[in-house]
């Protein structure tokens, strides 16, 4: 089982930027594939972006895609996400998940593991 602490949320205005960490204790970042998810007031729990074990391959949904990175720091058993060119559709709670390599990795149910989530919100 990994522990997973997320945190680096906050209030920003649109075009701002925020960096989201995730803290794993109980595995390594390097043995398991990691991802962020994001859940609105209303909405389903939905998915942001991900990156493997290896760490040489890294998805996103379309609508991030060129705004966010995601990324890890082995030596700090951390993974970020880097947010930039921020708008009012990504205010949500932000999630950080593990779960052992398999498959894509853009559904909840295929991860095991889940942070207690932080709030992003940004104003128009």
């Known amino acids: 089982q990994v522990q997973l602490v997320e945190s680096g949320g906050g209030l920003v205005q649109a075009g701002g930027s925020l960096r989201l960490s995730c803290a794993a204790s109980?595995?390594?970042?390097?043995?398991?594939?990691m991802g962020w998810f994001r859940q609105a007031p209303g909405k389903e729990r939905e998915f942001v972006a991900a990156i493997r074990w290896s760490g040489s391959i890294t998805y996103y949904r379309d609508s991030v895609k060129g705004r966010f990175t995601i990324s890890r720091d082995n030596a700090k058993n951390t993974v970020y996400l880097q947010m930039n060119d921020l708008k009012a559709e990504d205010t949500a709670v932000y999630y950080c998940?593990?779960?052992?390599?398999?498959?894509?990795?853009?559904?909840?149910?295929?991860?095991?593991?889940w942070g207690q989530g932080t709030q992003v919100t940004v104003s128009s």
């Open positions: 109980g595995r390594t970042v390097s043995s398991i594939d």
């Open positions: 998940a593990a779960r052992n390599p398999s498959g894509l990795g853009r559904r909840t149910d295929e991860y095991d593991d």
